[in-house]
C-alpha cells in the first residue's frame, strides 16, 4: 500500500503496464477534502458542496485506501471530535455522520486507533488511549458502537466491498442538493444488488425527502447514525420504507423519508442483506 500523496499516475497498477506496482494508494485528496468539508459550520456548507463530491470524479484513478491516519490526530490538528463544529452533540453527530460517508465511499478504509471511540486528545506515543471513556455509557460507547456496526455491515454486505474500485459500483442519485447539503447514492455489487445512501449534513431534519430507487418493495434501513443506539436523537423511519410508483431522481420508483439531523441512512431492499 503505497501512502502517497502526488498526482503520480498509476501507482496502483501492474508494472507491466507501466505502474508502480501497489496494490493500493492513499487517497490523500478524500482525506484532506472531506475533513475540510466536515469541520465546517452546517450552515456554510452550502457554498462548498464540491469538498465532498469531487472526490467521485477520480475515486477509480487508483485503488484507493480512504486514510484517517495518525497524521490527522496529532501535531495540533485536533481529535476526530474536535474537528468538528457545535456543541458536544453536534461534535459527535457529525462525526457519525462523517464515518457513515467514509464507509460507504468507494475504497478501503483505514481509521487509526482511538478514533473509533473519538477520544477527546490527540493521539500520543507516550501514552495509553483513553480507554477509561468507555467505561460508561455515552458518546463514546455510541461512536464505538457505530464504527463496529459499520464494520460487521460491510463485512455481510457486498455492494459496500466487491465493486470498490470500479465505476459499475457507485451511482449518484443527487450529488449537487448543495442548498440542503444533502447527498443520496446508490452502492452496486456484482449481482445486481445494492444499498442506498443518504446524508443530511445539517442539523435541520427533513420530513418527506424523496429518493430514487431502482426498484419496488419494502428497504429497511439497515444503519441509521441518529440511532439512540449511537447516542443520536432517534429520529428516522421506524426501521422499514415502502417504495412508492412515483419516478424520481431517474428511478422508477421512490422512497419518502425522514433525514435526520445531522446523519446518515444506509437502506436495502428487505431480504436483500443478511439481517444479522
Not at 480507554?131 to 456496526?149: F, I, K
Request: negative net charge.
Amino acid at each position: 500500500i503505497a501512502e502517497e500523496s502526488t498526482a503520480w499516475p498509476l501507482v496502483s497498477r501492474p508494472v507491466e503496464m507501466g505502474g508502480l506496482g501497489f496494490t493500493m494508494k492513499w487517497n490523500m485528496g478524500w482525506m484532506n477534502d472531506a475533513l475540510r468539508y466536515f469541520a465546517r459550520d452546517p450552515v456554510h456548507r452550502r457554498y462548498h458542496h464540491n469538498e465532498i463530491t469531487f472526490s467521485l470524479m477520480y475515486a477509480f484513478s487508483e485503488n484507493f485506501v480512504l486514510p484517517i491516519s495518525h497524521d490527522e490526530v496529532v501535531h495540533g490538528k485536533g481529535s476526530m471530535p474536535e474537528k468538528m463544529p457545535g456543541d458536544v452533540w453536534q461534535k459527535f453527530a457529525n462525526l457519525r455522520a462523517f464515518y457513515a460517508y467514509m464507509w460507504t465511499h468507494p475504497g478501503k478504509k483505514l481509521l487509526f486507533m482511538g478514533c473509533e471511540f473519538g477520544q477527546w486528545r490527540e493521539w500520543s506515543h507516550d501514552e495509553a488511549l483513553d480507554w477509561h471513556l468507555l467505561s460508561e455509557e455515552g458518546w463514546h460507547t455510541g461512536l464505538q458502537r457505530l464504527v463496529r456496526d459499520l464494520n460487521h455491515l460491510v463485512r455481510q454486505t457486498p455492494p459496500l466491498y466487491e465493486l470498490d474500485f470500479s465505476p459499475e459500483g457507485f451511482q449518484w442519485l443527487d450529488p449537487d442538493d448543495a442548498e440542503h447539503s444533502t447527498l443520496s447514492y446508490l452502492r452496486w455489487g456484482r449481482t445486481g444488488r445494492f444499498v442506498v445512501v443518504v446524508l443530511n449534513l445539517t442539523p435541520v431534519p427533513r420530513h418527506g425527502w424523496r429518493v430514487g430507487v431502482p426498484r419496488a418493495g419494502r428497504y429497511r434501513e439497515l444503519i441509521n447514525t441518529d440511532s439512540a443506539l449511537y447516542g443520536g436523537s432517534n429520529l428516522g423511519n421506524g426501521g422499514f420504507v415502502e417504495a412508492e410508483a412515483v419516478p424520481w431522481h431517474g428511478m422508477p420508483y421512490s422512497l419518502q423519508l425522514v433525514l435526520p439531523p445531522l446523519a446518515g441512512l444506509i437502506l436495502a431492499p428487505e431480504g436483500e442483506i443478511p439481517a444479522d
